[in-house]
């Protein structure tokens, strides 16, 4: 189980990292890199 | 609908992106490093009168690598005598029960009898803080070598380790209680052998009840000023002549307490489940903690270590508080000094009482030393460590 919610969370964080560098708008990127955060630490941290 | 990531269109050239992935990664890595240090353990250095570091996990093999292995302490003197245990931690944001447990343990020397001490009965509730509360992460004291930082967590078990709640939760004991209570440690006596990560902490507290023969078990708490169970011993009906003794000597060491005797429907409780279902004589200690309450201020190490808050001040003289409360405040070192006054008294009357189960102690931190000099003096020096 627990690899398979880390997998969804590599697949997210992946997409939004793609997502932070394909868009143009700053407020946009700014919003990615937000949300960007609280995925990493979940992939890394949260046991 | 696309399934797989386009690396189409990356825009590698403009340094804004990369900019926000650095500062992404610079946030990771600081909020990162917060958060894992949440999840080391206080530093508690022993004295020199400890017999064994144990872990709850020698009475629940099953709690090895969870959060939920706290430390047990145990201090045995050459001669056989009585059996005691001190719990402290039980909820984390009740410093003044998690204090009076690390000074016993870095202080105590014991000549005869056993006395156990679980500083941080529930480890996981040390691991994280109650949400929208806004109580900081730690305070300090000051030690021999300086300042040293406690942690100031959560009345429950980090929801990391035992999710989801249930919308009622139904303890061991069949007592129905709001779901967030599931994760309350006082309220999931006897516990449970497969249990949630809380009822197997309860199980395991009363396996070393049952199988260490514990004749007197004390279950250190803070509760808020307005809380009408304040300064007070609670204790199981079997603990009642205990109770009363204790509370005539420290009303004349000058310590005023109330005597509460513990419910007998309300069941999950220390002070309910160790007396019903062991030998041993249960006692819950309540001292009244400003940090705690509804009606406090900005929630400040401050105000958790001085206890003084003008709310409070304002809220004694309506008349609307349980204990004096004035612009001294009821700070930390009286709130401990309380909880040591009583567990002395406790251990010596348990002795007149029943003289085959005394406690001897060679060295027992004064709570008077305690009163006049603050913690410098109990809290030792980190190299002097075991």
New interface residues.
């Given amino acids: 189980m627990k690899v398979i919610y880390q997998l969804i969370l590599l697949w997210l964080t992946?997409?939004l990292?793609?997502y932070?560098?394909?868009?143009?708008r700053?407020s946009w990127?700014?919003s990615?890199?937000m949300v960007?955060?609280l995925f990493?630490?979940r992939l890394?941290?949260?046991? | 609908m696309k399934t797989r990531l386009n690396f189409k269109n990356l825009n590698f050239q403009r340094g804004q992106p990369i900019f926000i992935f650095i500062m992404v990664v610079i946030i990771c890595f600081f909020t990162g490093e917060n958060f894992l240090s949440l999840h080391q353990e206080d530093l508690i250095i022993p004295s020199s009168g400890l017999s064994q570091q144990l872990r709850l996990s020698h009475y629940l093999p099953t709690l090895a690598n969870t959060p939920g292995n706290t430390r047990v302490f145990l201090f045995e003197g050459k001669e056989k005598g009585g059996n005691v245990l001190i719990l402290g931690g039980t909820h984390p944001n009740e410093p003044a029960g998690f204090i009076a447990a690390t000074i016993l343990i870095e202080n105590l020397i014991i000549k005869k009898g056993r006395l156990f001490i679980i500083p941080q009965a529930n480890l996981s509730g040390f691991t994280h803080n109650d949400a929208f509360e806004a109580n900081p992460q730690r305070f300090s004291l000051p030690a021999q070598d300086g300042l040293r930082w406690f942690r100031y967590g959560s009345r429950l078990t980090n929801p990391i380790h035992q999710w989801p709640d249930p919308t009622t939760y139904i303890n061991p004991s069949s007592q129905k209680l709001a779901g967030p209570e599931s994760r309350n440690l006082n309220r999931a006596y006897p516990g449970s052998k497969e249990g949630s990560l809380t009822e197997r902490v309860a199980w395991a507290i009363m396996q070393l009840l049952k199988t260490e023969n514990i004749h007197l078990a004390i279950d250190l708490h803070e509760a808020s000023p307005e809380y009408p169970v304040i300064n007070a011993i609670v204790f199981h009906e079997r603990a009642a002549e205990l109770a009363a003794m204790t509370m005539m000597d420290l009303q004349m060491e000058g310590f005023d307490l109330r005597l509460e005797a513990s419910p007998p429907n309300l069941h999950g409780l220390s002070h309910r489940e160790w007396g019903d279902l062991t030998s041993t004589l249960a006692i819950l200690l309540e001292t009244a903690n400003a940090s705690h309450g509804r009606l406090k201020g900005k929630p400040s190490p401050q105000l958790i270590v001085k206890g003084q808050d003008a709310n409070y001040v304002r809220a004694a003289r309506l008349g609307r508080l349980f204990v004096p409360f004035d612009e001294e405040g009821i700070p930390l070192k009286r709130r401990v000094a309380r909880h040591l006054a009583s567990i002395k008294s406790l251990i010596t009357n348990l002795a007149a009482l029943y003289p085959s189960q005394t406690i001897k102690f060679e060295y027992f931190p004064s709570p008077q030393l305690l009163l006049k000099n603050g913690f410098k003096d109990f809290l030792q020096i980190a190299s002097s460590s075991k």
């Fill in positions: 992946l997409n990292t793609v932070l560098f394909r868009e143009k700053l990127q700014l990615a890199g960007l955060i990493i630490l890394l941290l949260i046991k």
